[in-house]
């Protein structure tokens, strides 16, 4: 039996997803700026809930739902511009809590590490982007059912999306720790804002149609 895959795409699409993953966007920039200024543990929580977004995104490509979205204008526009809202809306949390001796920091609904990281994902009209128009060149349908390859395809990208987005998380970590009783520690934290905000404006410039 055939494997549902082409082989040979498959070190490419290693080779690909890890450039783009390793590439500064929203989840980066928000995940370092959260780890330095709460912690390795509210990192983590928002490593899982980018995860499920980006399952999320995974899953409707495999059904085609991804597609018929990123083709809807009306559709696209309000998910991108709530998407750099939200963004925006994080930058100045962050430069806000930067002045503050203990940084506000809450588990409760959707102002907990999990609930920003799942929204600022699932507000990223990149996420769309990428299944939409990575995942398609990477199949073939002489191999198998693409719902089939897409679900592989798209559980290797969420892999390696997770290696990647904890290693942020602890080396923000572990940065933040180091700065914690230094004079810079609030210029830091400050930048850290000050790149999730430069971060909305290349994500409203990039997806613009």
Known sequence: MNFPID??????????????????????????????SEGRVAGLRAVAG???GLSV????????????IARLPAVYAVLRWAGVIYLLYLAWEAWKDASETSPSSSDDGFSSPFWRGFLA?????????????????????????LWVQALILGSLHILISVIIHAGIVLGAARSGSLLENSPAKTNVRKALAILIALIALWVAWETRQ
Do not use: D, H, W
């Open 57 to 68: 995104y995974m899953l409707l490509s495999v059904f085609g739902v991804a597609q018929v």
């Open 7 to 36: 082989p040979s795409a498959i070190i490419p699409f290693l080779i690909a997803i890890t450039l783009v993953e390793a590439t500064p966007g929203p989840n980066m920039g928000y995940l370092a700026a959260l780890s330095a």
């Open 121 to 145: 994902n699932i507000l990223n009209p990149k996420a769309i982007a990428f299944y939409v128009s990575l995942l398609p060149g990477f199949m073939n349908a002489e191999r198998s059912a």
């Open 50 to 52: 980018v995860t499920i």
